[in-house]
């Protein structure tokens, strides 16, 4: 399989400035839908089969689990920045050095899943009761020069969510894991 379908199983992400109000629901809804999807993925998976790359040199489903948490526990403090404060710089992090660490390696998905099943929630009441001026409040990112929306942070973590799900359900169609 071409190494680009591995890495973007469902491509990438394709921001929609000013979307209309049933894409701004879809984004909302791929959120509040990501913990329980992510945990029917992986409720039949058995230890090694966790411990496999969804790719060749890629991170193996612990390590997505995980990051999907650490990244939108960053995303969510992101967000009640930028709803705060008046155009924060943010802080960015290395992903791939916190996917290299023992608490990726060692600790359960489950607890990950937690932190999920947690903020998701949250994450969703913020951009449920966001006005349109909340919408364009923006965060700068100093690594990228890039400012974000609150409506692009929304579309980016809704294909967030669906990108690493994808990583993990077309892995396991691959191996033909039920």
């Not at 364009?136 to 929306?149: A, D, F, M, R």
């Not at 359900?169 to 033909?176: A, E, F, I, V």
């Given at each position: 399989?071409?190494?680009?379908?591995?890495?973007?199983?469902?491509?990438?992400?394709?921001?929609?400035?000013?979307?209309?109000?049933?894409?701004?629901?879809?984004?909302?809804?791929?959120?509040?839908?990501?913990?329980?999807?992510?945990?029917?993925?992986?409720?039949?998976?058995?230890?090694?089969?966790?411990?496999?790359?969804?790719?060749?040199?890629?991170?193996?489903?612990?390590?997505?689990?995980?990051?999907?948490?650490?990244?939108?526990?960053?995303?969510?403090?992101?967000?009640?920045?930028?709803?705060?404060?008046?155009?924060?710089?943010?802080?960015?992090?290395?992903?791939?050095?916190?996917?290299?660490?023992?608490?990726?390696?060692?600790?359960?998905?489950?607890?990950?899943?937690?932190?999920?099943?947690?903020?998701?929630?949250?994450?969703?009441y913020l951009f449920k009761n966001m006005v349109d001026?909340?919408?364009?409040?923006?965060?700068?990112?100093?690594?990228?020069?890039?400012?974000?929306?609150?409506e692009s942070v929304l579309a980016l973590y809704a294909?967030?969510?669906?990108?690493?799900?994808?990583?993990?359900?077309?892995?396991?169609?691959?191996?033909?894991?039920?």
């Open positions: 399989m071409e190494m680009e379908k591995l890495k973007y199983p469902i491509g990438k992400c394709n921001y929609i400035e000013n979307a209309s109000d049933e894409i701004w629901q879809g984004w909302i809804t791929d959120l509040a839908t990501l913990p329980g999807r992510l945990e029917s993925a992986l409720i039949t998976l058995n230890k090694e089969q966790i411990n496999t790359p969804y790719r060749p040199g890629g991170w193996t489903v612990k390590q997505l689990v995980h990051h999907m948490a650490d990244s939108h526990m960053n995303a969510y403090c992101r967000i009640k920045l930028s709803l705060t404060e008046k155009s924060p710089t943010i802080k960015p992090y290395d992903e791939a050095a916190w996917a290299d660490m023992d608490d990726y390696q060692y600790l359960p998905i489950s607890l990950s899943l937690d932190i999920l099943r947690g903020l998701h929630p949250r994450m969703v001026s909340d919408k364009h409040k923006i965060y700068i990112h100093p690594e990228y020069g890039n400012t974000y929306t609150m294909w967030h969510s669906n990108h690493h799900l994808a990583h993990i359900t077309s892995l396991k169609k691959r191996n033909d894991w039920k």
